[in-house]
């Protein structure tokens, strides 16, 4: 008989951890997971270690247009019960920065240790099962697979975000969403780099590799942290975060030198200038950023004029441009690069506490599906962990 308690789709981190739970609570489960492996972006997450949590997680680390949905989940399975988990299998681990916890050898260990656990609490987990179609009819959901027919009273949607679908992600999510009737908060991709426009491209592209602490404003949002130049736009742990929150058109603003401001800047540039011309400015400006990215600021402000020439006004323009640094990024670097998809099924359709949804009585959503990001760092497994355990509690 192919007839569960519980259906979860997808096996991967959410999918996985609820499964054990509910598993450990006497139902009989079947994970459908289309992949030849389960948790295939756990894998290659972390560098292939794996941040799979941060200590200092909040609710404050999360994007989502219904903020204090995570609340509950998150203070009923903290970084705390998953360490607990990871010291019981012995798996070595390490803080990288503040708070970020890596696997010291392989993401591998943090797979082994999932499925481990929910096959020893009886879970039944199929691989290369490609969930196509489901049927809900008297309180019933029939899962139909490319070969199979599967069936049970409780359904969990775990299959992720949209993002690598190199590694077979898909919108199954959404399609079920559209199925029965809930909102979705549109998706698109984010911890992502931003490709620059244009002139941007002309500007900065060969210096692909240079990284440095900058301070990034987009709208309200501020980071100050590191970004790297690529060939093709920006990168780096402030660029990935400022993609949580930029909407295409919008500006983005780097300070090149946070621990300075614009007046002081212009104080130095006014001496250099009466001491004796752009040598002096060169030499401070490259003590401050890497010597190449410095001197393509400092062309820039040659091209307003001679520097002897250069008026105040132009070199307030200057140290503007040091300390907010404008341009309209091109898009993001889009979903095969981006580490998640922000957006998705609104939350405001599901119960916080059980995750299941309010109009379809059995059914459940949980992991980056839902409209929860978190920021770099550990704060996305951990959303994982944090909505499955939730769920699983519930099933
Ligand atoms: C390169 C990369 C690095 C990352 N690094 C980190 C990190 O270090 N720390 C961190 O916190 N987060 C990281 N993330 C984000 C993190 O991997 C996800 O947020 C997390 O895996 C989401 O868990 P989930 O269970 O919701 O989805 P997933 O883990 O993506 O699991 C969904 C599962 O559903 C399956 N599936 C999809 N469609 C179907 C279908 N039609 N039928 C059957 N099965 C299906 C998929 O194959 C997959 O196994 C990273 C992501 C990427 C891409």
Redesign the pocket.
């Known amino acids: 008989m192919n007839s569960y308690d519980v259906i979860v789709?997808?096996?991967?981190?959410?999918?996985l951890m609820c499964a054990a739970e509910a598993a450990l609570r006497g139902r009989k489960v079947l994970i459908?997971?289309?992949?030849h492996r389960?948790?295939?972006?756990?894998l290659?997450?972390?560098g292939g270690r794996?941040?799979?949590t941060n200590i200092y997680v909040k609710p404050a680390n999360y994007y989502s247009s219904n903020p204090g949905f995570v609340n509950e989940a998150l203070s009923g399975f903290k970084p705390k019960n998953f360490i607990n988990l990871v010291k019981e299998r012995r798996i070595s681990y390490h803080e990288k920065k503040e708070g970020q916890l890596f696997c010291d050898k392989s993401a591998k260990e943090i797979i082994d240790l999932l499925v481990k656990r929910a096959e020893t609490s009886g879970v039944k987990l199929l691989l290369n099962?490609?969930?196509q179609q489901i049927v809900h009819k008297n309180g019933s959901f029939t899962v139909k697979t490319e070969t199979e027919t599967y069936q049970a009273n409780k359904l969990v949607v775990?299959?992720?975000?949209l993002?690598?679908p190199q590694?077979?992600?898909?919108d199954?999510g959404f399609q079920i969403a559209n199925q029965f009737g809930l909102k979705i908060i549109e998706p698109a991709p984010a911890l992502a780099g931003l490709l620059f426009p244009t002139q941007e491209m002309i500007r900065f592209k060969d210096l692909a590799g240079i990284h440095l602490r900058v301070s990034v404003s987009c709208g309200s949002w501020n980071m100050e942290e590191d970004i790297m130049i690529t060939h093709k736009g920006l990168s780096g742990p402030v660029i990935l975060n400022a993609s949580l929150v930029w909407k295409p058109k919008q500006e983005i603003i780097i300070n090149w030198v946070p621990e300075l401001t614009v007046e002081s800047t212009y104080r130095q540039l006014k001496k250099d200038k009466a001491a004796g011309g752009r040598g002096e400015f060169r030499i401070w400006f490259s003590e401050r950023i890497p010597r190449r990215l410095a001197e393509r600021i400092a062309w820039n402000a040659e091209a307003r004029g001679s520097w002897a020439e250069l008026s105040d006004e132009r070199l307030l323009a200057l140290a503007t441009d040091i300390h907010a640094y404008r341009f309209v990024p091109a898009d993001t670097f889009g979903y095969r690069m981006a580490?998640?998809m922000k957006g998705g099924v609104d939350t405001r359709e599901f119960s916080p506490t059980t995750m299941e949804c309010l109009k379809v009585p059995g059914l459940f959503f949980?992991?980056?599906?839902l409209d929860v990001t978190?920021q770099l760092g550990?704060?996305?497994?951990?959303?994982?962990w944090s909505s499955g355990f939730a769920c699983g509690q519930a099933l």
């Open positions: 789709l997808g096996g991967g981190a959410a999918g459908l997971e289309q992949g389960p948790g295939p972006k756990i290659v997450s972390g794996c941040n799979f099962q490609k969930v775990a299959t992720g975000g993002s690598w590694l077979g992600a898909t199954l580490e998640v949980i992991g980056e599906i978190g550990g704060f996305n497994f951990q959303w994982a």
